[in-house]
């Protein structure tokens, strides 16, 4: 703290000796030794209330953090995309056509005849579907032209 060695606390002590006197030197000693006590206790008690306000301060700061990252985990918690999808297909399972129209609920509510005639009849995949449409008959090819793939003749 202060920077005073030996020979500064001699001169000191000297000039205590002669100022003071002999007589007097021991209560006055007494005297400074307890106001440097007080003095240092009070530097303690104010070093650690400090110390205590910037760990209140610190923790403070943690707790927000903490609470920011918990915030952000119930988000994540929360994220259940199966779940989600799980629920569109069972929509799509409910209704795959999106049937839940007034002329579909009609049909539906109308004679089985009427009901084979509004819905398709399922196709396997294997099934070949015939064409309404005119197929067009591949052009001929020309017998002694051909050329090989490559540009090579």
């Given at each position: 703290m202060f920077?005073?060695?030996?020979?500064?606390?001699?001169?000191?002590?000297?000039?205590?000796?002669?100022?003071?006197?002999?007589?007097?030197?021991?209560?006055v000693l007494?005297?400074?030794?307890?106001?440097?006590?007080?003095?240092?206790?009070?530097?303690?008690?104010?070093?650690?209330?400090?110390q205590e306000a910037m760990r209140e301060a610190e923790m403070a700061d943690i707790k927000k953090s903490m609470d920011e990252m918990t915030d952000a985990a119930k988000g994540i918690v929360d994220f259940d995309p199966l779940g989600d999808v799980r629920k569109e297909v069972e929509g799509f399972a409910s209704d795959p056509l999106g049937t839940s129209t007034p002329a579909a609920e009609h049909a539906a509510s109308a004679s089985p005849e009427a009901v084979s005639e509004a819905t398709p009849a399922p196709v396997a995949p294997d099934t070949v579907i015939p064409s309404t449409e005119m197929p067009i008959a591949p052009a001929a090819p020309q017998s002694g032209t051909e050329e090989k793939p490559g540009g090579g003749a």
């Open positions: 920077d005073i060695g030996w020979s500064e606390l001699v001169v000191i002590g000297v000039v205590a000796l002669i100022a003071i006197g002999p007589k007097e030197l021991p209560g007494r005297t400074v030794g307890q106001y440097m006590g007080k003095i240092r206790r009070m530097a303690a008690e104010f070093q650690g209330q400090f």
